[in-house]
């Protein structure tokens, strides 16, 4: 798969979950890669290591942020 298509996969599902958790009211609406298993629900598009190596990408282009809790790596959207 191509690097847009996997980054595309990355920003649609975070986006999905941070509109989920916001409906809902859930503050922080962050996504979170062992929560959410975000590599899995990607599995169709990607390896583990491809998701992580665009995860780290879609950081250096600023289009994500992503920060690390007690047990876990939260994804967001960089807003503007």
């Known amino acids: 798969m191509r690097k847009h298509e996997i980054y ?15 409906a809902a009211g859930e503050h922080p609406d962050h996504a979170m890669i062992v929560r959410d298993r975000l590599a899995g629900l990607l599995a169709e598009h990607c390896t583990s290591l491809e998701f992580y ?3 780290g ?3 250096e282009l600023g289009r994500i942020e992503t920060g ?3 047990n876990d790596t939260y994804v967001r959207l960089v807003e503007e």
């Open 8 to 22: 595309t996969a990355i920003v649609e599902c975070v986006g999905e979950i941070q509109r989920g958790r916001r």
């Open 53 to 55: 190596i665009a995860l």
């Open 57 to 59: 990408e879609l950081v």
């Open 68 to 70: 690390r809790t007690i």
